[in-house]
């Protein structure tokens, strides 16, 4: 079992910067891969990032959604199984509530970029980005 707790979201003008953490408990952590999605009201949980685990010493491939890409930087810490989501110039439609959730899969696969393809999640944490 992979347990996953988000913590960083707040409350942000247009244009700022936060960093989403994903501290995750379960031996296992390091081998999965890792993804943020984001649920705004109304709308459906979308993929955000999500990177692969990789070997220690070797890059990890990573991916995003045309919303956030070049403005928006996923990475990890297995020292630490964190993973964080750097976002910079937030725009108001980036609100929503942001969750972490891990996968055995890739991103080379379509549930790599599904919700459906994710076994654990977090409970979320709430950016709210004011314009």
């Known amino acids: 079992q992979v347990q996953l707790v988000e913590s960083g979201g707040g409350l942000v003008q247009a244009g700022g910067s936060l960093r989403l953490s994903c501290a995750a408990s379960?031996?296992?952590?390091?081998?999965?891969?890792a993804g943020w999605f984001r649920q705004a009201p109304g709308k459906e949980r979308e993929f955000v990032a999500g990177i692969e685990p990789g070997l220690d010493w070797s890059p990890k491939r990573t991916s995003y959604a045309d919303s956030v890409r070049g403005r928006s930087t996923i990475s990890r810490d297995n020292a630490k199984n964190t993973v964080y989501l750097q976002m910079n110039g937030l725009k108001p439609e980036d609100t929503a509530v942001y969750y972490c959730?891990?996968?055995?899969?890739?991103?080379?696969?379509?549930?790599?970029?599904?919700?459906?393809?994710?076994?654990?999640w977090g409970q979320g944490t709430q950016v709210t980005v004011s314009s």
């Open positions: 959730a891990t996968t055995r899969g890739d991103l080379s696969t379509a549930q790599g970029q599904d919700v459906r393809g994710y076994d654990y």
């Open positions: 379960g031996r296992t952590f390091s081998f999965l891969t």
